[in-house]
């Protein structure tokens, strides 16, 4: 099967609609309540003014917006709150242009870089909207349309694992990593390029391609830290107690908020800040969900 964006719908009104979607969304009680009852975090403060575009950059003959995600092989908490940010943006959209959208979930292949392979995807229209959790940085302004208003926000943080746990102790900074005897892992693309290569130059560097391979390092051994976003590290941590008795996680660095975005157009600037096409081969895995190969992305 084949899945792509709706062609043409990229532009800086569609992403100004979609922006003020997303700030209705997160000053809405009901979804703020959602986030700080089933996840260690709540949405940011969102001071910006929405301003829907007077007329819909969104054809009433289109019926789907295709919300994209990094790919996971299982549907999990992140999986749940990813679509009821989906939707909540196509709800408020459907409100606002009296339109009939519902959304459609597509997870992209990002094993050559987290960032760049999400962004490739909005740019080449696979996906209208990038909704997974992408943390905002001024350098990514630059590069793709970010709504002004986050969904959550976390930390940067490491999990000590227990290979060498009763040699090598007393790590509780990240700079005590930073020796030629650790071996450290990280998600290749993501932010933690930067950070293990600036703060960790003498550490033994696994970068791995996928969230679940991070964790297999750890359930292995084979790495003495995973660096990564402290919530997600916690939740692993306390769901795997079995087999890591003795790992723990420690924070570092500052919070940071996180959300969405659509490509940035020509002459536009990220709010945040104020075309060829690729074939997508999918898996149908049930209930709207799709995992998606991209393919000739350039």
């Known amino acids: 099967m084949i899945v792509q964006g709706t062609p043409g719908l990229a532009s800086n009104a569609f992403s100004q609609a979609v922006n003020s979607a997303m700030s209705e969304l997160a000053l809405n009680s009901e979804f703020q309540k959602f986030v700080s009852d089933n996840y260690p975090f709540s949405v940011p403060y969102c001071s910006f003014s929405i301003n829907y575009p007077y007329s819909s950059p969104i054809p009433s003959s ?95 943080g490491f999990l000590r694992t227990e290979l060498n746990s009763t040699t090598l102790t007393g790590i509780n900074s990240v700079t005590q990593l930073n020796r030629a005897d650790v071996i450290v892992s990280w998600y290749y693309g993501t932010i933690y390029d930067q950070i293990v290569n600036t703060t960790l130059p003498l550490a033994q560097k696994m970068p791995v391609n996928n969230v679940d391979e991070q964790f297999q390092l750890v359930k292995e051994k084979k790495i003495h830290a995973l660096i990564s976003d402290a919530v997600d590290l916690e939740n692993w941590r306390l769901s795997h107690k079995d087999i890591c008795s003795t790992c723990y996680v420690k924070t570092f660095g500052t919070t940071f908020p996180f959300g969405i975005f659509t490509a940035l157009k020509n002459g536009e600037e990220s709010v945040r800040n104020m075309t060829s096409r690729s074939v997508v081969w999918c898996i149908i895995l049930g209930s709207n969900l799709l995992l998606a190969f991209v393919i000739g992305l350039v």
């Open 62 to 156: 289109i019926k789907e917006l295709i919300m994209c995600t990094h790919m996971q092989e299982t549907f999990d908490v992140w999986t749940i709150l990813y679509r009821r940010v989906a939707q909540g943006i196509v709800d408020n959209l459907n409100s606002k242009y009296k339109l009939s959208l519902t959304p459609k979930y597509l997870g992209i292949n990002t094993t050559t870089g987290y960032f760049d392979n999400l962004k490739q995807a909005v740019d080449n229209g696979v996906c209208d909207i990038v909704v997974s959790d992408t943390t905002f940085t001024d350098e990514r302004s630059k590069l793709v349309s970010f709504a002004s208003c986050g969904y959550g926000y976390s930390s940067d």
